[in-house]
């Protein structure tokens, strides 16, 4: 008879608030920044003043959400996968080489991805303020701040294709939306695809 898998945990509350307050904002974002790129968009919709506000005051309420959550939300746990995230082992200097080492709770290529979600995060808000700011004040208003802001716009936007792949219909990956929403994974799932982290894990929840 088979025996039903053990479930590992593997996001806290604050973690998966972090990421789904950032993914509704960058899609919103996404969706009212193409309206005003594409002209035909622009019209289709005929509002563009309208999606330029839903698009301002989102990022607002983007960069509130993050400070609020990083302020009452669990402080240790985003520590941890900070440090987490900026340390690249032996393991992960291979994955980056194309070789398959066992993996910790993030691999090598979701540590990249999620560096680059941050810093991405600071450019856009950086030249998203510029763009905003040097409307109002001509000496603010630079030639490159609109090509960054809609190069940022590309990368992130083939990165975010990616990523909806691996997390929704990639047979083999998509298992880890359980992580995101619920906040556990199956200890089989994990062992196939973190090995290092599922040893370390099943450890502690023993
Ligand atoms: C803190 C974050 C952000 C701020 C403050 C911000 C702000 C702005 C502002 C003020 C504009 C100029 C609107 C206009 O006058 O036409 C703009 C345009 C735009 N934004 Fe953002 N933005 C942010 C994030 C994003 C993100 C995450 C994306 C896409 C993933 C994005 C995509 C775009 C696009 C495509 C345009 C149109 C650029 C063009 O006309 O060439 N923005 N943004
Ligand atoms: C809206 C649809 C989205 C879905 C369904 C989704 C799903 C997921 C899932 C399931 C994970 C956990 C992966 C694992 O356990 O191994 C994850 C992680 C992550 N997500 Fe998303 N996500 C979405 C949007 C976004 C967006 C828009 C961004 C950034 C702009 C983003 C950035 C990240 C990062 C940095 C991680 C951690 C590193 C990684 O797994 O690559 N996500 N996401």
Redesign the pocket.
């Known amino acids: 008879m088979a025996t039903a898998s053990r479930r590992l945990h593997?996001?806290t509350r604050t973690e998966r608030a972090v990421?789904w307050v950032?993914?509704?904002a960058?899609?919103i974002l996404l969706a009212t920044g193409l309206g005003l790129y594409l002209p035909s968009l622009a019209e289709l919709v005929g509002r563009r003043p309208l999606l330029k506000t839903i698009h301002v005051y989102t990022a607002i309420a983007w960069l509130v959400a993050l400070v609020l959550i990083v302020v009452l939300g669990d402080r240790a746990s985003l520590r941890a996968t900070v440090h987490e995230i900026d340390l690249f082992d032996r393991d992960d200097r291979a994955w980056l080489r194309g070789r398959r080492p066992p993996q910790g709770r993030?691999n090598a290529?979701?540590?990249v991805?999620?560096i680059l979600?941050a810093v991405?995060?600071l450019m856009f808000a950086l030249t998203g303020f510029f763009l905003w700011y040097g409307e109002r004040n001509t000496r603010f208003r630079f030639a490159q701040t609109i090509l960054i802001h809609d190069w940022l716009m590309y990368i992130?936007f083939v990165?975010?294709l990616g990523?909806?792949y691996l997390?929704?219909i990639n047979p083999g990956?998509r298992h880890?939306?359980n992580?995101?929403t619920r906040g556990w994974?199956d200890e089989d799932w994990a062992q196939a695809?973190?090995a290092k982290w599922a040893a370390r894990a099943s450890s502690d929840d023993a």
């Open positions: 593997r996001f990421h950032h993914a509704s960058f899609v993030l290529g979701q540590k991805n999620a979600t991405f995060a992130s990165l975010f990523h909806l997390s929704l990956t880890s939306l992580g995101m994974v695809h973190h």
